[in-house]
Structure formats: C-alpha cells, structure tokens
C-alpha cells in the first residue's frame, strides 16, 4: 500500500524556518518524481515545487522561488523541503503528492495527509 | 504563469443529477489536464488525468473530456459520495503545474 506520511509542521514567527519531511513507503521510491502542494485555511490548492526522480530536474512556483528549497534521500526514502524567509502567506497544510509515471506523469496521484504550517508573530 | 478558471464556484445539486464543471485555460493545454476531488480535511484524490482517462478504481459515472483551453468534468447521476469540492490541474512544461480555484458541489 503506498503511503507519504508528512512531518515537522507547526507555528513559526514571519522570517523564521522549517523543514518539512515527506516518508514514503509502499512503492519503488527511487522511481518517481515528488511534490510538494500546499493549501491555505479554506483556500485552493497551490502547487509549490517538485523534483525529478534523481534530483535532477527541479521546478518551484515563483511564490516560493528563492526561498523554499525541495530535496530528496532515496536511500531513506524521504521528500524534504527547507522553507526559509517564511511569510504570513505561506500559512497552509502542505502535502507530499506522488507523480505518476508514463502515462500519468505530471498528475498527482497519491498524496500524503498534510501537515499544517501556521507562520504568525 | 498559465491560469485555469473553473466554473461555476458553488453548484447545488440533488441526488441523481446529472453535473458538469467546467475548466477553462489562459492557453492552450493540448491534454495535459487533470480533475481532483477532495472532501473535508482530507487530501485531494485523482479522478481523470490526461483531460479523459480515468483513474483506477474511479467509479465510471465521472468522465472527462476536451483539449486545448476548454474541459468538462462530468458526473453521469450524482451520489451521495459525490458531495465534495473539485479541482482542475494543468500541466505546462516550461510554466509548471496550476490548478482552478475550485467547484464546491453543494446538496441542494
């Protein structure tokens, strides 16, 4: 059964940092691409970065452009994502989304639970 | 950036109805299009990838169609499971990924 399992939200001041961890298991993680896609408190969905499955091809949203930074460990199975500078506006649930592979490829098709990221002074 | 506009925001329907959103492109898209749903407090859900092929075990009641800057997301006889918020979701690959802000399908 695939599962992503999110991790290290919580309240941080404006300015401050976090670092989100992402653990999968279930599926040949080495394998597939991974996302990041966060969600304000009854808003849309925004998609925020992603990385290839070797790290090599890396994309962010220009929200989060310079400082958000998406890596990955697949010997640990693991999807982080380092959120530095951190603003009022990047207050969201942020999930772990798995990208399919042919076929399916730049559509989400399983996602983690989210972890809630609430930045205030 | 590529923006993708739903429509309508809020739709009110009853149990058996036959329901339609709608998912318009700033430009083209050719298929790259995706529709999600997602119920409270819960993680978005993949129903239709490449603007009309369903995802495994999506019941066949929803279906997907159109290319380019105009999509439709379609539910044959709407269940009671089927209560839920909506999204569109492009592809783009020097543009990225964006999704529609979302069509919330209300009991009427």
């Known amino acids: 059964e695939v599962q992503l399992v999110e991790s290290g939200g919580g309240l941080v001041k404006p300015g401050g940092s976090l670092r989100l961890s992402c653990a999968a298991s279930?599926?040949?993680?080495?394998?597939?691409?991974m996302n990041w896609v966060r969600q304000a408190p009854g808003k849309g969905l925004e998609w925020v970065s992603s990385?290839?499955?070797?790290?090599?091809?890396?994309y962010y949203a220009d929200s989060v452009k310079g400082r958000f930074t998406i890596s990955r460990d697949n010997a640990k199975n693991s999807l982080y994502l380092q959120m530095n500078s951190l603003r009022a506006e990047d207050t969201a649930v942020y999930y772990c989304a798995r990208e399919g592979l042919v076929g399916k490829k730049y559509y989400f098709d399983y996602w983690g639970q989210g972890t809630l990221v609430t930045v205030s002074s | 950036d590529i923006q993708m506009t739903q429509s309508p925001s809020t739709l009110s329907a009853s149990v058996g109805d036959r329901v339609t959103i709608t998912c318009r492109a700033s430009q083209s898209i050719s298929s790259w299009l995706a529709w999600y749903q997602q119920k409270p407090g819960k993680a978005p859900k993949l129903l239709i990838y490449?603007?009309?092929s369903l995802e495994s075990g999506v019941p066949s009641r929803f279906s997907g169609s159109g290319s380019g800057t105009e999509f439709t997301l379609t539910i044959s006889s709407l269940q009671p499971d089927d209560f839920a918020t909506y999204y569109c979701?492009?592809?783009?690959?020097?543009?990225?990924?964006?999704f529609g802000q979302g069509t919330k399908v209300e009991i009427k």
């Open positions: 279930g599926f040949t993680f080495s394998s597939y691409s």
């Open positions: 490449k603007a009309s």
């Open positions: 979701q492009q592809y783009n690959s020097y543009l990225g990924r964006t």
């Open positions: 990385i290839s499955s070797s790290s090599s091809y890396i």
